[in-house]
């Protein structure tokens, strides 16, 4: 049993430094994979389900507003410069 929870407390180390949109791709699997954990569950599964496909949604409308800031950055720039 110390085994099992030496192997489970162990700090793990990122492999990749965390930018800005690492996190949220982060946070969209954990959402997709508590979707499908959520139909096991057989009382409150719906709920479950149902939250996370909400925040699943909000997490990728978050993704798309920061690219298209991005887009728009890149768009004014070239603008500028043909100007």
């Known amino acids: 049993m110390l085994i099992v929870h030496k192997i489970l407390m162990k700090k793990k180390q990122r492999t990749v430094p965390l930018d800005g949109d690492a996190w949220i791709f982060d946070a969209m699997n954990?959402?997709?994979t508590v979707v499908s954990a959520s139909k096991l569950v057989p009382v409150a599964g719906p709920f479950i389900e149902g939250g996370a496909t909400l925040f699943y949604s909000a997490l990728e409308q978050l993704k798309q507003?920061?690219?298209?800031k991005e887009d728009f950055k890149g768009l004014s720039e070239a603008i500028a410069m043909l100007l």
């Open 65 to 68: 507003m920061k690219q298209n």
């Open 30 to 32: 954990i959402a997709k």
